[in-house]
């Protein structure tokens, strides 16, 4: 812990001259504005109250004050309080992504400071992908059109959503968070290792829902080919279907038939499962879009509104397959 007669690293970005109180977190001092930081939050105001500093509990002219979060984490917190440049989570077209790791770390520290909305701000902008809306999450999902970064391919942060889920009581993210956390496989064990060198690790009831869920997610991953194609009517045999026409009016005869039976192949050899990954869409594989582009628009729809029930239903049952128990989730689409 830093005396006052120590020297302490000045952080680059919250050092100012005229600030009036010095936070202390993980031996970096922040000279920051006293006054804006009491406005908003009645913790630190009750913080400031209770510490009297004599003339030993002066730096640099301030009095300060020790905290116990990271430096990384409170930097972030107070880059969201002060928005020197422009506040965090005004975006527009063009603007980088916010890292999650700050997101995160602004909304635990506005929840533990009661910043009310600052908290509510961080909170929304995880909502824009961890909802309980279906039409949102997929048109988030395919676009990638949310305000913060994100990864398909290890999405470990997600311990650290469903976390904050618990923490601020948020339980409408935890359904999405969950089936985040179960495409992790067992590498879910080692936790979510922030930047700051934390390690968050889901709780033992979490983490047995995860295990479980797995389970039940791939399940029906594995049987939703059968019921796209299996027991239906041939797409391509619909009267809809343009490559039934002739090709003198702009037909491909055949074309829809061969990539129906190509798509049909490969997932019964289990090439292209989705593996816990049951709500996302068949089409978007890397190895079975080029058979699903030679099909004409008429009969991808058909196949598209065949997988979009599909998912509804999935989506009503997401929470209960998950042993979740969510007031406002809808509820199955029969």
Known sequence: MITPNEELERDDEFWFEDGSVVLVASNVGFKVYKGL????????????????????E???GCPF???SDSSQSLKHFLRAMFHNVKPLFYRVEGDPKIPIEELLSVARLAHKYDVGELLRQAIACLQTYYTNKLAIWRARNQGGNVAFEMSY???AYAIGVVNLARLTETSSMLPLALYDCCSLGGRIVHGWARQDGTVEHLSVEDLERCIDGSLALAIRALSSPFNLFVGRKMVEKTESCL??????FGGA????EGAQAKVKSQLNNGACVLG???????MTIPSLSQSFSKMCSSCLLILQSREDAMHEVLWGDLPSLLNLSIPDWPTPSK
């Not at 930081?37 to 030993?56: E, G, N, V």
């Not at 490559?243 to 003198?248: A, F, I, P, Y």
């Open 276 to 282: 816990t990954r049951a709500l996302h869409s068949h």
């Open 153 to 155: 391919e290890f999405p």
């Open 253 to 256: 005869p055949g074309s829809c």
């Open 58 to 60: 002066i730096y640099d």
């Open 37 to 56: 930081l009491t406005a908003h939050s009645p913790i630190f105001c009750d913080m400031f109250a209770r510490s009297q500093p004599d003339d030993k």
């Open 65 to 67: 004050v020790h905290v």
């Open 243 to 248: 490559n039934t026409k002739s090709v003198l």
